[in-house]
Structures are given as structure tokens and as C-alpha cells.
């Protein structure tokens, strides 16, 4: 394990958990990689940290937030508490979502720079919002997006609330929307009551590098929306990328965060050098991520061995300057006969192949449960009441719970329940991607 780390800057540190002994013939290395990053908390509560954050809260303004009623009122409180934990510096703005998407404050196209005047007057206009109209969440984006790239914040952060589906705009014209906005700026996205689509909100928030939730009680928005703009607050390094470089007849076969939630970053690849491509992983706070690397090597004899793969954490550097390098971990292949060492599987790697598994079983079940396939809704979230049990991923027993009925946990045995609250699906949905770490013995 290495480290660097610049003067004031969070201290970054990769560790990579693996088995590397292959048998004879075999190609496929697996390993977690987990990257940390400690010791930056450079901002305070009052002042934003160095180099700036800018934040854009978009609010759903359509027809349907009014119904019920304490919809647009916990929305209005939610984005005014969210104002109140901005730290002073900070540059923001409020959009209203409809059909169209127009600016509430601070208006003309510009951010607002926080202290105590611009939030009392930000809360101020809040009051004067309203729902009516349709739901065209691409316009919010594009109009968030026009004004962080006005920024020169190195966190540019978006939250995004909605009650309902985007009727009021073509699919096609959100995905390009969300290409286009990847890697400009972050996105939290959240989902009131129950009338939205989950995976419109789910795949906001994926392609954007953000969380998605529910909050299927508007009295609790306030409390959500301030723990994520603490979350964005603490956030300090932007533009992080995982590097992998890999040999002469080596492939990635893919790579995934799996903590703290499932993310696949496959696709999302950009080539660095001829050998080395750059997974995008956002910006950070002092936290830590795994990300589960499988690279596909070129057979060879036992006793041989290789490095892999190197993985390293990078964020750009200065105009001219060859990007930073902030930490990096090797993950190796050895050759061996000893059928023992090459059979065995390492716990990290074994664990959030089960997490990732997990969250495959429980969407798979709950879109059978929606076609009417009963036997295969059981089988599946069986399967994953029993990945949930053997994990230690007691959130997500809870929610199973509260879709099956459990008979026997160990041996994933469950019967659908006959009714379903729509609330606990969707959460159970939603949140079917947030893993576990490995329980330390």
C-alpha cells in the first residue's frame, strides 16, 4: 500500500484484499480494492473548505405536489433547512421544477455566495413557491447545470427532489440530458410519497455519482435534506477517479463500487494511456469506498506470477500537469498447484459478491412480484432474505421482511405477503443496492 498526499489535502490510501493464487490455466483475478480518504476536514462549520463548493437544490413544483398538501410545505421547509446548513461561502441557487424549470433565487442566471443576508432572503423567496404544471426533470438538470458551470467551486453539487414520474418529457431527452451532465457535477436525488418511478430516480443518482432515496413521509424531509447538505459540505476533493492500468493481454472484465452502495462503473471507462483507463468516482469527504476490480489475465504455468493490475486514485492536475496521484494498490497473480490456496476464496471478495447479489435478487423478485410471477418473486427474495441473513445486512432483513414472510432465514424459505404497502416496496427497491462491510472478527 502506498500514499500521498498533498499539503492540505485529505490523505488518500488504497488497500487491495484478494486471493492471488490461481491454478494452472486459470485467468480470471479477482479483488477488492478499498479506498480511504482521512485528515482533510480543512472547513469549518461557519466557511466552506478551500477551493469552494456550489450547490443547486431543485424543488418539484408540479400540480400533483399539492396533493396531499403537506407535500409542498415539507418540500418548502426541506430546501429551507438544506439553506441553513449551507457553511458561509458556499455559492447556491433554488430551481422550481415543472414542465419548465425556473429559478427562485438567487435569479438572472447567477449563484448566490451563503452568509446569514442570502440565506434569510433565499428563505424568503421559498415562501413564494407553488405547485402547477407537468414534470420535465432534464429542463431542472440542464438549468442546474448552466449554473454551476458558471462556478468555480471544485465541489458542484446538485439535490434533486420529485414527487412523480417525468411524463413531460421524452425518456431519450433525460438520457442525454444525464450524459451530458456526468462528470460536470454530483446529484443527490430523492423521491416524496410513493407516485414516482423508482428507477427514474435510481438512474438520476447513478449517473450522476449521487445517492437516491425515499422519503415516503414529507415530515421527514428536513431531517433528509440536511443530512445531505452536511454530506456535500464535508465534501473537499472533487474529480477523483480510479485508475486502472493493466499488462499486455490483460482485461478489465469489469469494475464496481460495493460499499457503501452497489454501482456498476463499467461503462463509464475513459482512456487514460493505451494500457490504463479512469472509472469516475466523484468527490470525497473522510470516508471510505470498495470497489470490486476483476481483470482477466493470460494463462500461464504454475510457479509463474504477474501484477495483474496497478489501481491507483487520481484527480487532475493543473493546467499542463499530468494528473495527481493520490494512492495506489497492486493486485498480483501467482500460479500455483497447491489446490488448497487456489480453491480459496477471500472474505472481502466472497462478501460483496454476496452484496452485489443481494441487490440483484431483490429487483429481480420485485419486478416478477409486479409481472404476477409468483414462484419466481419467491425464489428470488428468498434468495435474498437468506444473502441478507448470512451478511449481516440487518437493514435490508427489515425491508424483506415487510415484503415476505419469513419461515426460515438460513435457508431463504419465504411466502409473499398478499399486501404490500406501496411505501415498502419502494424502499425496499430503492435502497436495494446499499451494502454492508465485513463484519471484523
Not at 110 to 129: C, I, M, P, S, Y
Not at 292 to 302: D, I, K, Q, S, W
Request: aromatic content about 4%.
Amino acid at each position: 500500500m502506498a500514499n500521498f498526499a498533498k499539503p492540505s489535502a485529505p490523505r488518500f490510501s488504497v488497500e487491495v484484499y484478494q486471493n492471488e493464487f490461481l491454478a494452472e490455466g486459470a485467468r480470471d483475478v479477482h479483488a477488492i480494492v478499498t479506498v480511504t480518504s482521512t485528515g482533510g476536514a480543512t472547513a469549518t462549520r461557519t466557511s466552506v473548505a478551500p477551493g469552494g463548493a456550489a450547490v443547486v437544490i431543485m424543488v418539484d413544483c408540479s400540480g400533483s405536489m399539492e396533493y396531499p398538501p403537506d407535500k409542498m410545505r415539507g418540500a418548502r421547509e426541506a430546501t429551507a433547512a438544506a439553506v441553513d446548513t449551507l457553511r458561509d461561502g458556499t455559492a447556491f441557487a433554488v430551481i422550481a421544477g415543472t414542465h419548465v424549470a425556473k429559478e427562485v433565487f438567487p435569479r438572472r442566471g447567477l449563484l448566490a455566495v451563503a452568509d446569514a443576508t442570502t440565506r434569510a432572503q433565499a428563505k424568503e423567496a421559498l415562501r413564494g413557491l407553488s405547485s402547477g404544471g407537468g414534470t420535465a426533470i432534464g429542463t431542472w438538470l440542464r438549468l442546474a447545470d448552466g449554473l454551476l458551470r458558471g462556478s468555480t467551486a471544485a465541489i458542484r453539487h446538485g439535490i434533486l427532489l420529485t414527487d412523480g414520474r417525468n411524463e413531460h418529457e421524452d425518456p431519450a431527452v433525460l438520457r442525454a440530458t444525464l450524459d451530458a451532465c456526468a462528470g460536470r457535477f454530483t446529484c443527490d436525488a430523492r423521491g416524496v410519497g410513493t407516485d414516482w418511478e423508482v428507477k427514474e430516480v435510481t438512474g438520476i443518482a447513478n449517473a450522476l455519482l449521487g445517492t437516491a432515496d425515499i422519503v415516503a413521509d414529507p415530515a421527514r424531509l428536513s431531517a433528509d435534506f440536511t443530512h445531505m447538505m452536511e454530506e456535500v459540505m464535508g465534501k473537499e476533493v472533487a474529480d477523483v477517479s480510479l485508475r486502472l492500468w493493466t499488462p499486455v493481454g490483460t482485461e478489465v472484465m469489469y469494475v464496481k463500487q460495493v460499499a457503501p452502495a452497489v454501482q456498476d462503473l463499467t461503462g463509464r471507462r475513459t482512456e487514460a494511456s493505451p494500457r490504463a483507463g479512469d472509472y469516475p468516482t466523484g468527490s470525497w469527504g473522510d470516508e471510505s469506498r470498495e470497489y470490486h476490480v476483476c481483470v482477466r489475465v493470460p494463462g500461464a504455468a504454475v510457479g509463474q506470477e504477474m501484477l495483474a493490475a496497478r489501481a491507483a486514485l487520481v484527480m487532475p492536475g493543473a493546467p499542463g500537469e499530468d494528473p495527481a496521484v493520490l494512492a495506489q494498490g497492486l493486485v498480483r497473480a501467482v500460479w500455483t498447484d497447491d489446490l488448497a490456496a487456489s480453491t480459496a476464496i477471500n472474505p472481502q471478495v466472497a462478501h460483496y459478491t454476496g452484496q452485489a447479489e443481494l441487490a440483484q435478487a431483490i429487483q429481480q423478485g420485485l419486478e416478477a412480484r409486479k409481472l404476477g410471477d409468483v414462484g419466481g418473486a419467491t425464489a428470488k427474495l428468498g434468495r435474498a432474505v437468506q444473502l441478507a441473513s448470512s451478511s449481516g445486512n440487518a437493514d435490508t432483513a427489515k425491508l424483506l421482511a415487510k415484503v415476505v414472510d419469513v419461515v426460515d432465514a438460513a435457508a431463504g424459505t419465504v411466502r409473499l405477503k398478499a399486501k404490500v404497502a406501496d411505501a415498502d416496496e419502494m424502499t425496499l427497491e430503492t435502497r436495494s443496492t446499499q451494502t454492508v462491510r465485513v463484519r471484523k472478527s
